[in-house]
């Protein structure tokens, strides 16, 4: 005699993510890891002596209002892309490279008002943190903007669109990654100056 066998539990579907959003949070796990050193470094050194005092260049509060409003159009760039509004698409992800070159212009030009200050980056410890967080920031969002110019070029072509968003999701939530990290790091450089 058989007997029916009757499921009781329905299998669980296994989690899946597309492995290219994978690799984007791993990368972005090992920045903030890198990150997390960096700062902590600062802190241990900073507790050492020997520390100049000095505040941050003024332009630094621009260029972070700067990049907090391009994430704003990298965000309304999404959308238009989801709406299949190609040329929305093409102004926002313009603009928002755009308002990237002028926060790294800005930085460059702290710099500068730091060299003035005798704000090196060898001689004291202090200034070398700062050069160093604020660079490494920096290189991070010259790749974020490479990623951005390359789903440009896709979405000029049209192969952006509401059935193709994954590189656009992946380069918008990458820029505002790269926007956190840089208020974390001028918050942090504010109270640790």
């Known amino acids: ?74 965000q309304l760039a999404f959308r238009a892309g989801k709406k299949d509004n190609f040329t929305a698409l093409g102004v926002y992800l313009g603009i928002t490279v755009v308002l990237g070159l002028v926060f790294l212009a800005l930085q460059l030009g702290g710099y500068g008002m730091l060299v003035d200050e005798q704000v090196l980056f060898v001689g004291n410890p202090a200034g070398s943190f700062v050069y160093l967080l604020t660079g490494v920031h920096g290189v991070h969002l010259i790749s974020g903007l490479i990623y951005l110019l390359i789903v440009l070029a896709r979405a000029v072509k049209h192969e952006v669109h509401s059935g193709n968003l994954l590189h656009l999701s992946l380069s918008v939530a990458y820029w505002h990654f790269l926007d956190i990290l840089w208020v974390y790091l001028f918050v942090f450089l504010l109270i640790n100056h």
């Open 1 to 74: 005699m058989i007997k029916d066998i009757r499921l009781t539990e329905v299998p669980k579907k296994p989690l899946s993510m597309n492995p290219k959003r994978f690799i984007l949070w791993l990368f972005m796990v090992s920045i903030v890891m890198v990150f997390a050193g960096l700062t902590s470094a600062y802190i241990v050194r900073q507790s050492e002596g020997n520390w100049l005092q000095f505040e941050l260049p003024v332009v630094f509060w621009f260029s972070t209002a700067v990049l907090l409003v391009s994430s704003l159009t990298a």
